[in-house]
C-alpha cells in the first residue's frame, strides 16, 4: 500500500533526518493525533515559515495561517510542491503527508468555509518547526487594473516581486466568489495583491508598471471587459502611498492624459479562486486586455 512504502522509505532513510524524540516518533512516524488545543505553535502569530520536523523542509507560510477553533494549526495553503496527499488508512480522510520525507503532518479538509480558499490542512503542531523571519520586510500593494489575470501576468514578473495573488477588493459581500462579481453588484473589483521586497524594489516602481500595463484612461472598465470590477484602481495601505500614488497621477494629468484611476483605501483581500492564481503561467499565452508599454522615462 502506498502508505506504507512511504513509511518505509522514511525509515530507512532516517539518517540523514532529524532524530525525533518519543513523542515526535508517535506523531510523524506512526501517524497519531497529538490532543487538540496542546500544540505550541497552535497560536503561533509570528511571522516565519514553517517546516518539516524531521527533514526540516519548508512546508507552510505564517500568512497561510488562520485559526480555525479546531484545536491544530490550520492553513488554507501549502509552499508549492511541498506536501503529499494519500489517502488516510480510514478510507475517508486525506493524509497529508510531507513530500520529501514522508512525514505524518494532519489531514486536509474542503469546503468548510474558513477562507476563500475553501481548504485546510490541519496540521499537528509536533510535525511542525517554526523559523521566525528575522525581520519581515516584505510589503504588499494592492492595484486592480481590469482582468486580474492580465494585471498579475505583468507584477510576477516583475523584479523584486515575491509573490502575487489575485482577488477581489473594495466590495460589501464577504468572501464573494467570481460569478458574484461578475454580477457587478458586489462592488468588488478584481484585485491583485503584489508582495515586493523594498530593498529590491519600491511602490513607486510597481505604480509604474501599473500605469505603464493597462489604459487608465478608461472609465467603464478594461479594454473588452466592461464593468465596475474592472475600473482602474489603486488601493493605498497609508498615507504614504496614496500621496505617491497622487503624484504619479498628476504627473501622468500634467503629460496631458485623462487619469481615470481611483484611490480607495485597502479593505479585506478576498482571494479568488484557484483556477484564477498565476492564470497564464500555467495556461500559457498572453493577456489580451494588457500591454506594457513605457511612459516614465525614469
Ligand atoms: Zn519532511
Avoid at 480522510?93 to 476563500?116: D, K, M, P, Q, V
Avoid at 489575485?166 to 491583485?192: I, R, S
Avoid at 498615507?239 to 503624484?247: D, I, L, N, P, T
Wanted: hydrophobic share 30%; proline share 4%.
Amino acid at each position: 500500500m502506498n502508505i506504507n512504502e512511504n513509511t518505509k522509505n522514511q525509515f530507512s532513510e532516517t539518517m540523514k533526518y532529524n532524530e525525533l524524540t518519543n513523542a515526535e516518533k508517535r506523531v510523524i512516524l506512526f501517524k497519531e493525533t497529538e490532543r487538540p488545543f496542546s500544540g505550541e505553535l497552535l497560536n503561533n502569530k509570528k511571522d516565519g515559515t514553517y517546516v518539516c520536523k524531521q527533514c526540516d523542509a519548508p512546508l507552510f507560510r505564517s500568512s497561510d495561517k488562520f485559526d480555525s477553533q479546531c484545536g491544530w494549526p490550520s492553513f488554507d495553503d501549502e509552499i508549492d510542491g511541498a506536501i503529499k496527499r494519500v489517502n488516510d488508512a480510514d478510507g475517508i480522510r486525506t493524509e497529508i503527508i510531507c513530500l520529501n520525507c514522508g512525514a505524518h503532518l494532519g489531514h486536509l479538509f474542503l469546503n468548510e468555509g474558513f477562507t476563500s480558499k475553501q481548504i485546510r490542512y490541519c496540521v499537528n503542531s509536533i510535525s511542525l518547526k517554526f523559523i521566525p523571519n528575522i525581520k519581515n520586510t516584505l510589503k504588499k500593494a494592492y492595484f486592480a487594473s481590469g482582468c486580474f489575470w492580465g494585471t498579475e501576468y505583468f507584477f510576477m514578473k516583475a523584479p523584486g516581486v515575491t509573490r502575487t495573488q489575485v482577488g477581489f477588493m473594495g466590495g460589501n459581500v464577504e468572501n464573494p466568489t467570481y460569478e458574484q462579481v461578475c454580477q457587478k453588484n458586489t462592488g468588488h473589483f478584481e484585485c491583485t495583491e503584489v508582495e515586493y521586497d523594498p530593498k529590491i524594489t519600491s511602490y513607486e516602481e510597481m505604480l509604474k508598471l501599473f500605469f505603464e500595463t493597462h489604459d487608465f484612461t478608461q472609465t467603464d472598465g478594461q479594454g473588452p471587459d466592461i464593468g465596475p470590477q474592472y475600473q482602474s484602481c489603486i488601493f493605498y495601505s497609508s498615507q504614504e502611498e496614496k500621496q505617491v500614488a497622487e503624484k504619479y497621477i498628476n504627473i501622468l494629468i500634467k503629460m496631458g492624459y485623462d487619469v481615470a484611476t481611483i484611490l480607495k483605501p485597502t479593505s479585506v483581500f478576498w482571494e479568488a479562486e484557484d483556477y484564477h492564481q498565476e492564470y497564464y503561467k500555467h495556461k500559457g499565452g498572453r493577456p489580451y486586455c494588457h500591454n506594457y508599454k513605457k511612459i516614465f522615462i525614469m
